[in-house]
């Protein structure tokens, strides 16, 4: 597995491509960003360099459509999804991924249809560039009532959406988070298929009921109560072989300069990775 | 248009045979009914020729298949999905029909996706036999909280997740009685192409208010409020030429005799197709 | 249907806005054209004036993808894809048209896979947008070996090729030149459901062996020995309710005036409509 | 990964029940073997407890589907894959394979295309029962001409036809001799992630000219010029955990007792597992 970091938990970067530069020097190998908008500020070909020269590869961009609204929304998306995805190819990048709130204002059983129409098309031209999409559930109890209708959280529904879309190359982005407050088990991950997760992520809870977690307020890895070493361990024994990135959601930006929540990033991977003996 | 009937409305039949007979001679063109049953109980030769002597086609069969319910049931009806379909086209019928409940008591969202695929591979077989399957939105208000959570009911749901199901051979099985409990409109039907029409089915509602109308106590055709000529003339206005089969369901068998109900059967066909100017 | 004209047969048009004014005053009431240029020169409010005044839709835009050569070519057209389908939208075309060569340099079957996942690809994008993607055989025999390999050139192929693509926005551009070219019948059009045909092409073919026919050496609508009116009467019996536009490609643009192409035109379609009893 | 043997190798077993049996106290791990005839002759119960006290897994079932002929011989296997992956399901399989002849004698391309929907239907029903469906690419030189027209046959083209089928459960059936026939890199199966083989067969080649090796002229595993154990270790390389099941077609059934025949299969894969430092 790869160790990466997404930009979430380091608050507004000045420089993008110096955090790259630090995490690489930090013993991250991957680290979740906007292709386009590296290839667009960088040129492609220092884009590329940037990335070799620290041996750090792409995770996973974020899908640019918005497929939750209505039609004139979803499409006015796909000039931009084809772009990302022409980017992340440039870059060697080969996974997308969006999440799923667990409650919309739509009827749940219409808008599953509509969502199952759309993240096929989105899938459908990002294989035309070899590119996998993974799709997120996201398990806080609060967001499960935060809007009128209930739609899907957990990891077994996710992957019967994921078989109803029928596109071969959607899987899972598996988020430690959303595993935690779904009540996922080390046994849930260990029924797996590898290939069935396109990107992972990893953050930790604090030490309160799991029901009253929020969302937005998560802890640096192996700062809470997540089981993120046997969330590793069980990843890494059904042979999962790709990114764990990092991702710290917080009600306000972290105060810490980058080169502090950089190490202690670090020394959080360090830990759970030890732990995981992996 | 073909005039049609299925056997609903002519309580427990003692010969589907005899019933065919008398629904050609008076003056009907397609009855929806079993096809593998009819080929079982006649021989393959026989059931034909009981069709062209009579000059009766088959209007649709039904989908044999519990896609409602878990897996283990789904799987089980499939045999008889591939028996359904080969009598089907044996005898020179190509459409199969379904019905969606409005409310179901598993997560909408979820079951929403296991339908979908669970729709999709029998579309898929059914395709295998040149035979198109129709989705019946269905449209009495009782029926959307019968159960713990609400589906869909409407045609444009319906439509909508057609698109999701993305089978080129699946259309609407559209009934007149939930046109009318869906508030549909002449409007409505113009706005569709023939194509996405597998099926029509008619009958007539008592003259309550529609949140009233339950879905097992329909009237015989022309003998309610229901705008029969209007949905007639929409449907040949778009181009539609296949069948509209009449359905009453009841809360009891009726009591008259074969021969009195299609009398009656015939009468108000008679009735809305000359309304309709057709 | 709708009497409509492609630009083949009149020229380089130093105004393609002046030919469309010329033929909505000549009857005609589609023409092919490409929106996404269209918007571009005149803004899409202008362009949008300028169809409505002249009461003219655009029957058809061309398909702005190469799928016949690499994976790269192929991806490389997606952004003009996207903006020929928003334009199309736009200006309220729903059909999109491709040709297929009907020999190939690449292995046969090979060549078939790489297509068929591509056009799907076009087709899911195209549906987005509610666009319907019609694939045109070509029947001339000197390109049956123009290239190393044959591919398909009837419409039979044709239509178990959109069988394999299985997405439910493909159909045929049903064009009467390669009708005739590959012994295309009567009956053969009187087998197809009007939803099969995307779009259609007229246009007439010289008096020689019909394996000697040229696909760039066309004749204008009426001038030649293709049974038109049958191939319009057909048409109209199976209730194709669509575009039949001319394409005249020939080996030298023609010295004629736009005013005396357009008046030939008009002259060849009343003659065969008035033939089909149209 | 598994050590599996097919039944072709052994002739005209007496009882195949004795074959497994001999097969587990040999080492090996799974058999190739028709799961629906295993529970026929000895009930489901009785066949369960047959793999499980002897530790066997069934590696894969044969696809029971005639997808090369017409479609009305298409139509009539559909109840025979029904039956084989309820088999199948209820033994533990997950696997069923066909092969690719690598010329036919219909056109190529049309082949290609009315093949693409017959194995995606077949792929279909077989996901709703959990199983993957891997594609055999046949190499032998002299096959390519059998038939009037090349169809496929290297592993590429089979991916790219895995990719214009667009079922999520299809993969590779990766034969070692194909894959020697082919002219086949160890590079070739480094390319490939652990998912993309659902099965793979291994078997020996002589010491005679590639273009002049026979389809039905194999040799025991080990006992010819393939480079077995690098084939082995590149497939543990990638990550494939399935089953490598001996598959020796020969012209003559072998004329050695089943005890030889085993203890010489077993001696080939101790050989070159050994050699490939598993």
């Given amino acids: ?24 020097q930090s013993g991250f190998q991957a680290v979740d960003v906007d292709a386009a908008g590296l290839i667009a500020r960088n040129g492609l070909e220092q884009a590329k360099a940037l990335l070799e020269e620290n041996n750090i590869v792409i995770g996973a961009i974020g899908l640019p459509v918005e ?26 990048c080969a996974s997308c991924c969006t999440y799923i709130l667990p409650s919309t204002d739509s009827g749940s059983a219409h808008f599953m249809a509509l969502a199952t129409r759309r993240i096929r098309v989105c899938a459908d031209i990002l294989d035309a560039y070899g590119i996998r999409l993974g799709l997120e559930f996201v398990g806080p109890h609060h967001l499960r009532t935060r809007w009128a209708n209930p739609f899907i959280w957990t990891m077994e529904e996710t992957l019967d959406w994921i078989g109803a879309i029928h596109a071969p190359n959607l899987g899972l982005l598996f988020d430690a988070y959303h595993w935690y407050t779904t009540g996922g088990t080390i046994n849930d991950i260990l029924q797996l298929k590898p290939e069935q997760i396109v990107h992972a992520h990893m953050n930790d809870a604090p030490d309160i009921p799991v029901e009253d977690v929020l969302d937005n307020d998560r802890l640096y890895t192996g700062e809470g109560v997540i089981d993120l070493a046997g969330f590793l361990r069980a990843l890494s024994d ?29 020394s959080g991977f360090d830990k759970v990775f030890a732990q995981a003996g992996l």
Avoid at 10 to 24: H, P, T, V
Avoid at 67 to 92: H, N, Q, T, V, Y
Wanted: no cysteine.
């Fill in 238 to 266: 059904i042979g999962y072989k790709g990114v764990v990135a990092q991702e710290v959601l917080t009600p306000e930006p972290p105060s810490a300069s980058m080169e502090e929540l950089m190490a202690r990033s670090k």
């Fill in 1 to 24: 597995m790869l160790r990466g970091l997404t930009r979430a938990g380091f608050g507004n970067l000045e420089s993008e491509e110096q955090w790259i530069r630090l995490a690489a």
């Fill in 67 to 92: 497929w939750r609204a209505d039609e004139a929304a979803f499409r006015a998306g796909l000039p931009a999804l084809i772009e990302a995805a022409e980017a992340a190819s440039a870059l060697g």
